[in-house]
């Protein structure tokens, strides 16, 4: 096999500038999907992502296009599902930068941009949308020129809608975004990137394979936990998952482990040959949940349904974290850590719908760090609490995190408590500018910078404010406070910065003079 023919990339973008519609006219194009096959958001498998027309999951197809094998990663533009992003693109060499001619540089445009440009991939910007009657082509030009130093006639145009301009893109893909280096030769290593389970062949790894060659029937090896296990399948990934004799370097692909405990197959994990002794990948950063609720079952005999439902969405949403929980008045449960209220709320449908649970979840909060007077009072707690700390590497021996406020340690015990911080970029019209600032100002926030957009006049500039707030501020009601403010033209992105000293207590409720348990009729 040629390295020269293969092509990996990936379209980034903020939420709902066309993303699934383009990768839908490319499958058109390079007739991987037949038009009487053809559906709108077709890599969106999920009827949770066709109903709210987002896309949760990344995903990842391979088309053919004249003599050139192209693998596409389709990924999230939320600000919740980053990670999906920042894991499709480890895998790729390309990224097409997709901007809507009608909205301009968003603020998930930019962290998307710098998750790419991190990675060293080679950016193809293109404006989406020209077709529509409000298209700011020219605009919007100027604005992506500015963000990325390069020429206008580097920046392509299309409308996904219609197809036009969707020809160019690929040309464009094959011209510019390198071709994969291939270590034939070398032992076997590939990245898992994504996993999910199937009942009858296990866990499924989709992969992308740096160096050798993968055989069916060949014995591999995980490299994180030393798990072994027989190669029942491998292959490439189109609409469906198409079964191959070999899988090389250079190629994404998928792996049939038929592993059944769902924890052995971790994202971010090398897969090696049985036998080989070989230097792991690298990796993904490890997740730092950011919003902690419990997940209970309304009735308590099915705990363990929700413990393998749990584990099984666990396989493909690596930015999950969850740990066992006991309420006296909720009974048995998890507490489970998300990236953002999006995520929490996708993560409940989708225990509802796919797994047929009915839930309690409690009111979301967020993980205080909490230094005590003494190390030794951390073991004290961490046996009452049951407990185990997903920060423990960065913690000190007299620190602990609470996820619920009933975990807080007495007074007398307390050093300081801290709460986690955010860097938060809003995009908005610069009109609204007097409007964001009181709103971020009575949520506790700190001023930062403004950075101003290049425009083509001064009437529609928009500009990209900075500021250091307490994540618990933007938890309810911030982002549609922000939305009301600016008529729904502000984008929002935000990434955890650190902790911050806190001024807070835990309220407890008392009737003849006994604590009342949450959620309890005295």
């Known amino acids: 096999m040629n390295s020269s023919n293969i092509r990996n990339f990936c379209i980034i973008a903020h939420i709902d ?13 390079t007739g991987t999907v037949e038009k009487r096959n053809m559906k709108a958001q077709i890599l ?30 389709d990924t999230p533009g939320h600000v919740d599902f980053s990670y999906e992003v920042s894991r499709s693109l480890a895998c790729v060499e390309g990224a097409i930068l997709l901007v809507d001619a009608t909205q301009g540089i968003q603020a998930q445009t ?28 020219t605009k919007t030009k100027i604005e992506i020129m500015n963000l990325l130093g390069c020429k206008e006639e580097e920046i392509l145009t299309c409308s996904a809608k219609t197809g036009e301009g969707v020809k160019e893109i690929l040309d464009e893909v094959i011209r510019k975004v390198p071709e994969p280096i ?66 090389r370097a250079g190629q994404i692909g998928y792996i049939v482990t038929g592993l059944k405990d769902v924890e052995k197959s971790r994202v971010g994990d090398t897969i090696t040959l ?16 950011m919003v902690f609720a419990g997940i209970f079952c309304k009735e308590g005999s099915e705990f363990n349904r929700l413990r393998e439902a749990v584990n099984k969405l666990k396989l ?18 998890f507490r489970c850590g998300f990236l953002g ?35 030794g009072l951390k073991k004290e707690l961490a046996a009452r609490l049951k407990s185990r700390d997903f920060l423990a590497e960065n913690l000190e021996a007299n620190q602990i995190v609470i996820k619920s406020p009933i975990d807080l340690p007495d007074p007398n015990y307390i050093e300081k408590i801290e709460e986690p911080m955010i860097k938060v970029d809003i995009v908005s019209p610069k009109d609204f500018l007097g409007g964001i600032m009181q709103l971020v100002a009575e949520k506790r926030g700190e001023y930062i910078n403004t950075e101003y957009l290049n425009s083509v006049s001064e009437m529609d500039q928009r500009v990209i404010l900075h500021y250091k707030m307490p994540l618990s501020s933007i938890l309810t009601d911030f982002y549609d406070k922000l939305k009301s403010l600016t008529s729904g033209y502000a984008s929002l992105n935000y990434e955890f910065c650190g902790y911050q000293k806190a001024d807070v207590e835990r309220l407890d409720i008392y009737v003849a003079e006994e604590i009342v348990e949450s959620l309890c009729y005295p």
């Open 44 to 73: 969106d498998s999920m009827d949770l992502e066709r109903e709210r027309g987002i896309t949760i999951k990344l995903t990842p197809v391979q088309m053919k296009y004249q003599d050139y094998i192209l693998n596409l990663i």
């Open 110 to 137: 930019i962290a998307n941009l710098y998750l790419a440009i991190e990675q060293n991939l080679t950016i193809i910007p293109v404006i989406n949308k020209i077709d529509l009657p409000n298209a700011q082509v």
């Open 341 to 375: 209220l999006l995520h929490l709320e996708i993560f409940q449908e989708r225990l509802k719908r796919e797994f047929n649970l009915d839930l309690i979840v409690t009111v979301p909060s967020v993980g205080y760090k909490v230094t005590l007077k003494s190390a």
């Open 274 to 289: 049985k036998g080989l002794e070989v230097e792991p990948l690298p990796g993904y950063k490890e997740v730092r949940p």
């Open 182 to 247: 291939l270590n034939i030769n070398e032992p076997f290593r590939a990245l898992i990137f994504d996993s999910f389970y199937d009942e009858y062949k296990g866990v499924i790894c989709y992969v992308r394979v740096f160096d050798g060659e993968l055989k069916r029937g060949q014995p591999v090896t995980f490299i994180a936990n030393q798990t072994t296990t027989e190669t029942l399948e491998v292959g490439k990934m189109k609409i469906q998952l198409v079964p191959e004799d070999v899988l």
């Open 17 to 29: 500038h066309g993303k699934s519609t383009l990768a839908d006219r490319l499958l058109e194009l």
């Open 316 to 333: 493909n949403d690596a930015a999950l974290f969850f740990e066992p929980e006991h309420s006296s008045a909720l009974g048995f449960g």
